[in-house]
């Protein structure tokens, strides 16, 4: 166990190193670039590369709002609000993090399309069907069908407790001559956990 | 930490560093996409739903650093090392275990640690590495077993671990083959012990409920919903594969013996890639030693490695003539197991020779050579980081996200096959990017059944999209919001009633019937506001020989021939790009021309650029034969 928790610290600190250098890298070409499609997807990348408590995090988003407001073009706003959710949303872990900036873009993507599908001349909508077409947008955009995050730790930590109860029946219960004890508490383990594991992959 | 768990602990951190700085920024090419959407949905993806790994990925996601896509490939990483921790663990077991079979253990593990394939599937979002490290567990408890001898603990723990594969990659399960050929050494205790034994198999079989607990519900995303026991079978079995099913394909093994010839052949390249020939002494050397040292555990190890080299090639890999995407899909992915068998035997045969030195009195060669023998292998780190060095690969991801930026709003967009598919599910479902286009995938060129899962829950999806669900198609494309990346050909049923007209790196349906006099007006005008999206920097600086990334980069170049087409003025030269887009075993050859001048030449330059950087035998296993093809 305590080489497995070793390997672990070593790999998850490697990658928090990688994120950073990636970070890095990324606000300082989004800096130096005058092309603000291209700052915005390298922003967008430092975002990508997202670590808790690292100050890019807030300067990329500042970033991509920034360039967001600057553009003229409604395609090219478009492109930048969603790049910024998107992004936010792939960095989402067991929790959201900037759900505030998330709540506040919505509603301007939400509009932005409803306009653009309304200008779109091929279709034969009009102004009367704004509040409709903004409507479904913004419910689509709320929609959120990922599953519960506290029942899926819940469901997986309990995943493997009981593969791990089953090992420790196997390999501590089954001396010669059986260990009645560790088999009683791998039994009573297995039952437990596998009944929270197959509650909490439902409910999740 | 003594100084050889330092050295041993040193060379797995550096591994460990060389893969990490390796990972796809945010997704792999292939299933990753798939996988990792499957995973952040707790859903259930292709066939045979991989349970156990889709569950493991969603504990990854939970990580609060990088990205969701970022951190499923983290799963890899950690069976990877796991894996070769055993590997030098059981060389380390099978010889003396003094300071020569500590150098030849950790010998071993780096040559395969890097070696072409168990390299790239160890920074990949896929599920070979953890089935990898199951099969390594099984064929430790074999190894224990001949060398300590009959253990009951160690037959229900193999068990165990037998109905676990069964929920991660179904060819783990083949390592039943050389245990029960070993058990029959000790068949009276093994017959005793059976029937409990058969419990503990089904105990890690049980994994598999999770198929029909999140078939049942309505989730993020399931390829194939499990919701009876013949959905289940269908799943399990992977029958929707038809001759590649589970069944079928374990039958092929045992018949058209002339066969087993190609799956030599076509192994052995793969050795020859990997390994270079000049490993072949080593493992037979690794032979004579292990025979010399127990009959039954060579045994054991000359089943196990057969099974998952010659007799999976010959289920598998046993075609006359190879191509890309057979070496690719196949060779590049199944056979890490036996990779890591043919690692522990090399290991052995190196320790044969150190053995030797010492009979032979070479105390100071004895001394000096295994930790020269070490340093041979590390070069290896510098091809990997020239082939597979994907840290900067954003091609799968960028290159999705392009074409969803192209499009208008509540557009349809058709994909065929997985590679388009898997990525829009993960941009769509995971990255939640422009919501409003109801993404459809189409498994079959000739037919017109979709699968529906990024343009869901169809409540909120069918009044954005009308005619969709409405079953006129035909409406959607007179209103210019209909997609694909298929070129339409008398083989696809639309093809009767409607055109595709190249459209960036995809194609617009319209319907046959419609007035197309505007559509050139239409198309110069869409370009041109789609032209500040293009980044074709992205294809020319991913630094991997990965065949779905340059398959994409092959295909992006269409764009920019429609850019080219776009910014065309009368007194350009007019020049015919030729296209080849195949859909399974039908290729769909197209024209585009364009006139070049000055105002369009650049995406001529990149165009060109482009074909340049990703050339397709640019793929390290292509070889020399295939380079031709």
Redesign the interface.
């Known amino acids: 166990m305590k080489?497995i928790s070793?390997?672990?610290f070593?790999?998850?600190f490697?990658?928090?190193t990688?994120?950073f250098i990636?970070q890095k890298n990324f606000i300082s070409e989004a800096k130096k670039t005058d092309n603000s499609?291209k700052a915005v997807?390298y922003y967008e990348?430092a975002l990508?590369?997202?670590?808790?408590l690292s100050p890019y995090n807030k300067e990329a988003i500042q970033g991509i709002l920034e360039r967001c407001e600057n553009f003229k073009?409604t395609?090219?706003k478009l492109?930048c609000y969603?790049?910024l959710?998107?992004?936010l949303?792939?960095?989402?872990?067991?929790?959201q993090p900037y759900k505030d900036e998330i709540k506040n873009i919505e509603p301007l993507i939400a509009e932005i399309?409803t306009k653009?599908?309304i200008q779109?001349k091929?279709?034969n909508f009009s102004e009367k069907d704004y509040q409709r077409l903004y409507d479904?947008?913004m419910?689509?955009?709320k929609?959120d069908?990922?599953?519960s995050?506290l029942w899926?730790?819940i469901?997986?930590f309990s995943?493997l407790t009981w593969?791990g109860s089953?090992?420790l029946i196997?390999?501590k219960g089954?001396?010669t001559p059986l260990n009645k004890k560790y088999l009683l508490i791998g039994f009573v383990c297995f039952v437990l956990f596998?009944s929270l594991w197959?509650i909490g992959?439902?409910i999740? | 930490m003594d100084s050889k768990k330092l050295f041993l602990f040193i060379t797995l951190s550096l591994i460990v560093s060389v893969y990490i700085f390796s990972l796809p920024p945010v997704l792999s090419t292939g299933d990753g996409g798939e996988l990792i959407t499957a995973s952040y949905g707790l859903g259930t993806p292709h066939p045979s739903g991989y349970p156990l790994y889709v569950q493991l990925g969603k504990l990854f996601s939970f990580l609060p650093i990088g990205n969701i896509g970022n951190r499923v490939e983290l799963i890899s990483v950690f069976f990877s090392i796991f894996t070769l921790f055993l590997v030098y663990f059981i060389v380390f077991k099978l010889s003396e275990q003094n300071r020569e079979a500590y150098f030849a253990a950790i010998t071993s593990v780096i040559i395969l640690a890097f070696s072409y394939s168990f390299f790239g599937q160890s920074i990949v979002a896929k599920f070979y590495t953890l089935n990898s490290f199951l099969v390594m567990l099984l064929f430790l408890c074999g190894v224990n077993t001949a060398l300590n001898g009959y253990d009951r603990k160690i037959q229900f723990l193999a068990s165990f671990i037998l109905g676990i594969t069964l929920s991660a990659h179904h060819t783990g399960f083949m390592m039943i083959v050389p245990l029960f050929v070993l058990s029959l050494f000790y068949f009276r205790n093994f017959f005793k012990n059976l029937p409990l034994s058969f419990l503990f198999f089904l105990l890690g079989f049980s994994i598999n409920l999770y198929l029909y607990i999140r078939g049942i519900k309505e989730t993020l995303f399931n390829m194939i919903a499990v919701t009876d026991w013949s959905s289940f079978l269908t799943v399990f079995l992977r029958k929707s594969y038809g001759s590649g099913s589970s069944i079928d394909l374990t039958t092929s093994g045992f018949i058209n013996f002339y066969g087993y010839f190609y799956a030599f052949k076509n192994y052995f390249y793969l050795i020859e890639k990997n390994f270079t020939l000049f490993s072949i002494p080593f493992f037979v050397l690794g032979l004579i030693w292990l025979f010399k040292k127990s009959k039954k555990l060579f045994w054991f190890i000359l089943t196990s490695f057969f099974i998952y080299s010659i007799f999976l090639a010959k289920l598998t890999f046993s075609l006359q003539n190879l191509d890309i995407h057979d070496i690719y899909v196949i060779g590049h992915q199944y056979f890490l197991p036996s990779f890591a068998i043919y690692c522990i035997v090399i290991g052995s045969g190196i320790y044969f020779i150190y053995s030797m030195f010492e009979r032979l009195n070479l105390h100071l060669i004895k001394k000096i050579i295994p930790i020269i023998a070490i340093l041979f292998p590390l070069l290896m780190i510098f091809d990997r980081l020239t082939d597979q060095y994907q840290h900067k690969n954003y091609v799968p991801y960028s290159y999705t996200k392009e074409i969803f930026s192209s499009l208008p709003i509540a557009s349809i967009y058709m994909t065929y096959g997985d590679n388009h598919a898997f990525q829009a599910w993960y941009l769509k479902l995971v990255g939640r990017y422009r919501e409003d286009i109801c993404h459809i995938a189409l498994d079959d060129y000739k037919t017109m059944l979709w699968a529906l899962q990024g343009c869901k829950p169809y409540k909120l999806y069918s009044e954005l999209f009308p005619e969709f669900f409405g079953g006129d198609l035909i409406d959607l494309t007179r209103k210019k919001r209909y997609y694909s990346i298929i070129a339409l050909s008398e083989k696809h049923p639309l093809y009767r009633v409607v055109d595709s007209y190249p459209y960036f790196y995809t194609f617009i349906y319209m319907g046959k019937s419609f007035d197309k006099r505007d559509f050139d007006e239409f198309f110069r005008e869409r370009m041109k506001k789609i032209e500040p999206f293009v980044n074709y920097e992205d294809c020319l600086s991913h630094g991997t020989d990965d065949v779905f990334t340059l398959l994409l980069c092959n295909f992006s170049t269409m764009g920019y021939v429609n850019m080219a087409k776009a910014y065309e003025t009368s007194s350009g030269k007019e020049i015919t790009f030729e296209q080849k887009i195949s859909y399974g075993d039908f290729t769909a050859p197209f024209n585009i021309n364009a006139k070049i001048s000055s105002e369009n030449e650049k995406y001529l330059y990149i165009y060109n650029a482009i074909k340049k950087y990703n050339k397709m035998n640019k793929f390290y296993l292509s070889g020399k034969e295939n380079e031709k093809n």
């Open positions: 080489k070793i390997i672990f070593v790999i998850i490697l990658f928090c990688k994120a990636t499609i997807k990348r990508l590369s997202y670590i808790p073009d395609e090219q492109y969603e790049t959710r998107s992004a949303y792939q960095i989402r872990n067991f929790y399309k653009q599908m779109w091929y279709n479904y947008h419910e689509i955009l929609y069908s990922s599953p995050g899926s730790i469901s997986i995943l593969i089953v090992f196997i390999i089954f001396n596998f197959i992959l439902y999740a």
